[in-house]
């Protein structure tokens, strides 16, 4: 089944130890989204790539990095991860062009000690 | 700038009872998406139904349907005769803008009680 495909599920790392969060899909879609979402709280964008155009919201903090190496990957960077950071981690993709609906993967869950 | 306003909280029913979700939305864009998602305990979102803004026939899907109404800017989503499996918080969303970003509700809980 085509699909979107987060790892880890759940990860634990120390403060200020950088971590690297992975999504892949196989849905040939265009559009990869990275959201973070807190507890009871609404999904909220960091980036997202059209093909390999990258958009970065202005209130993405500086210590979040994304790369997109091809149409399958992309990847969530977290520098320096800090105890706000603790999150659930949320890649998306969609079609785009008129077909903006996402899919989304089951989400890493980001533990920072 | 877009906005999508989720009033309520959290909605409890009992079994088989029909739960309407109210999502009231802002835009200056002709052009526009609705969307709900599901997020059950799980965490995974799941995409439920979109709809564009020039298409304002409502849609039935099993137990659920949707009233679209952009004269009030309402996308309003009902869910008939529950069940404990419906338990999950239900967000709306609207979209893309300009810079293909989607803003979403802050989400309805839905509780449903044997």
């Known amino acids: 089944d085509a699909m979107v495909i987060q790892n880890p599920r759940y990860q634990v790392t120390q403060f200020g130890k950088p971590v690297t969060l992975s999504c892949s899909q196989t849905l040939n879609h265009n559009v990869m989204y990275w959201y973070q979402q807190k507890s009871s709280q609404a999904p909220k964008l960091l980036f997202h790539y059209y093909d390999k155009d990258f958009n970065n919201e202005a209130d993405t903090p500086d210590n979040f990095q994304s790369r997109r190496p091809n149409t399958s990957f992309c990847f969530l960077d977290i520098r320096s991860p800090g105890l706000g950071d603790a999150a659930m981690y949320l890649c998306?993709?969609?079609?785009?062009?008129?077909?903006?609906?996402?899919?989304f993967g089951p989400g890493t869950r980001l533990t920072v000690l | 700038a877009q906005k999508v306003t989720q009033a309520q909280t959290e909605i409890s029913v009992v079994e088989k009872e029909d739960v309407t979700l109210d999502c009231v939305y802002e835009?200056?864009?002709?052009?526009?998406?609705l969307f709900w998602y599901k997020q059950p305990p799980s965490g995974e979102l799941v995409f439920l139904i979109r709809r564009n803004s020039f298409d304002e026939q409502n849609e039935i899907s099993g137990r659920y349907s949707w009233n679209f109404q952009k004269s009030t800017s309402s996308f309003n989503f009902t869910i008939t005769a529950s069940q404990v499996v419906d338990s999950a918080v239900y967000f709306c969303a609207l979209g893309p803008d300009s810079w293909g970003k989607f803003q979403f509700g802050a989400g309805t809980q839905v509780v449903v009680t044997p």
């Open positions: 998306a993709t969609s079609k785009g062009q008129g077909e903006h609906e996402q899919f």
């Open positions: 835009t200056r864009d002709t052009t526009y998406y």
